[in-house]
Nanobody, 125 residues
Framework: QVQLVESGGGLVQAGGSLKLSCVASGRTFSNYHTGWFRQAPGKEREFVAAIRRSGDTTNYADSVKGRFIVSRDNAKNTVYLQMNSLKPEDTAVYYC??????????????????WGQGTQVTVSS
């Protein structure tokens, strides 16, 4: 089992930036691929970004492409989500999640086995 702790959320004005961190426990973190998802109240959880366990492949939702950057440091058991040019529609609870495989359905939350507690990101107009 891998346990995840997320941090870095907060309140920011439109156009600003935040950097989220997801720290995983255990010594097998490098065995897992990581996804970032977000969920606004009353809405379905949606895919944001994913990164392979090696860190050499990333994927982004069209809504964040060019604005967000996902990266990882396996030595620190940490995955990051750098969020730039934030928009009010980015407001949501952001979750990191782990999966042992990276399939073409990596964007679907059902692909992921482990989830963090989420961190709130609020972007004001």
């Amino acid at each position: 089992q891998v346990q995840l702790v997320e941090s870095g959320g907060g309140l920011v004005q439109a156009g600003g930036s935040l950097k989220l961190s997801c720290v995983a426990s255990g010594r097998t973190f490098s065995n897992y691929h990581t996804g970032w998802f977000r969920q606004a109240p009353g809405k379905e959880r949606e895919f944001v970004a994913a990164i392979r366990r090696s860190g050499d492949t990333t994927n982004y939702a069209d809504s964040v492409k060019g604005r967000f950057i996902v990266s990882r440091d396996n030595a620190k058991n940490t995955v990051y989500l750098q969020m730039n040019s934030l928009k009010p529609e980015d407001t949501a609870v952001y979750y990191c999640a782990l999966t042992p495989y990276y399939r073409t359905s990596y964007f679907h939350p059902n692909e992921y086995e482990y989830w963090g507690q989420g961190t709130q990101v609020t972007v004001s107009s």
